[in-house]
């Protein structure tokens, strides 16, 4: 049995800061873990310190004197990734221009810390799978088959049970890196520990730069306490030291505390927030924001065709006219009031018009009542079909773009990943 003293000696010895139950029972199965060779995968949001757990299980193991690497699989290239941790032989890649050794081979005896493993393509799974299981690997461009005795300690902040869902991650490769789970708890969830955490920012600082160190009064205090820091340890350490930097007053109130503390982010309206993370949501927002435009295109084309059909049957554009579909100028800088101002048209611009407008009427002599009719009623059908008018829109935005998908997404303000649903869908060449 674990005693309190032994947990406190760990948090000396790696200068963790707090007394929150939920990270003293992290730091408490992270030591009943360190002396066995099990398998072990940190979970928690960015920032909460999983590193330092990591270091715990390698100085309390068997391999405390072996090699201890940390790897971050989300800043390793895809590319790369497999000859950074595999190794690869001369010239098996453009580049290669001598046999390197990975990581794997280089801490035989030790531990791997692998950072992000939510990050990692899923063909570097596939071999790291296989060194968990048999501790056997093979370098890239090679065919012999290598031993290694490495533990591995792998760390996470995303749901890796969603992410095997979304097969983007080995359903295998979870439940034989979940052997012992420890749970790191973001800042919010530990209480006091913020205030003991601010306060050791703040004295660090102080005698680093050899000033005086901050202190809180009682309105600051509880306003530290119930700011959620999304960033955790990083965002807490960043603000103690800009307060310590920037303010001339080393008693901080309520007031200028908030000053250093981001404003809440604003959410979208439900329509448009993808509140729940799914993407059936999130493609529903879409295209319900897709549909929204072209009925009002739709409708702005219904009333220039009645615009241009009165002032055919009428054979002049009044002002009356002009006024019944003010609407449609709404959104130019167009008056008000045609009337107001002299029926909308400068004296120096009417010939112009008249001309449009004689233009138009010779136009719409060319044709019939009844062919005005089958106008309006095939674009009535026409108004039904919605996915007929995407696919007009998306190809319109392809080629203005010159098939670069991602400024056509932009342009029809959609995701990159629904095009290319879309395109798909509607079979666009």
Known sequence: MITSQEIQSIK?????????????????VA?????????????????????SFSKIIHSL???????????????????????????????SFTGAHEARKGYFEVTDGGSIFLDEIGEMPLGTQARLLRVLENGEFIKVGSSKVLKTS??????????????????????????R?????????????????????????????????????????????????????PGNIRQLKNIAEQISLLEHEREIDGATLKKYLPAEQ????????????????????????????????????????????????????????????????????????????????PSSNLPLVLDHQQHAKEDMDNYDDESI????HEEDDNSLSLEKKEKEMIIRALRKH????????????ISERTLYRKIKQYDIE
């Open 402 to 413: 010159n098939n670069k998908r991602k400024y056509a997404a932009k342009d029809l303000g």
């Open 31 to 51: 030591m009943q873990a360190a002396p066995t060779e099990m398998t072990v995968l940190i979970t928690g949001e960015s920032g909460s310190g999983k590193e």
């Open 12 to 28: 000396q010895r790696f200068a963790i800061i707090g007394n929150s139950p939920l990270l003293n029972h992290a730091i408490q």
């Open 177 to 229: 890196l979940n052997t012992v789970p420890i749970y790191v708890p973001p800042l919010r969830e530990r209480g006091e520990d913020v205030a003991l955490l601010f306060r050791k920012f703040t004295t660090d600082f102080s005698e680093k730069y050899k000033i005086k160190p901050i202190s809180l009064d009682e309105d600051a205090k509880n306003a530290l306490m119930k700011f959620p820091f």
């Open 373 to 376: 009719e089958d106008i309006i």
């Open 61 to 91: 193991s068997l391999r405390k004197h072996g090699k201890f690497i940390a790897i971050n699989c989300g800043a390793i290239p895809e590319g790369t990734i497999d000859s950074e941790l595999f190794g690869h032989e001369k010239g």
């Open 266 to 345: 604003v959410r979208l309206p439900a329509l448009l927030a993808n509140s729940g993370g799914s993407q059936e949501f999130s493609d529903f927002s879409e295209r319900e924001i897709l549909y929204k435009v072209l009925f009002d295109m739709k409708k702005d084309m219904n009333d220039l065709k009645k615009l241009v059909l009165e002032t055919y049957q009428t054979g002049s554009l009044s002002s009356n006219i002009m006024n019944k579909h003010q609407t449609l100028f709404d959104d130019l800088d167009a008056p008000k009031s045609f009337e107001d101002s002299k029926l909308s048209t």
């Open 150 to 175: 490495v533990r591995v300690i792998a760390a996470t902040n995303v749901n890796l049970i969603k992410a095997v869902e979304k097969g983007e991650f080995r359903e295998d490769l979870y439940y």
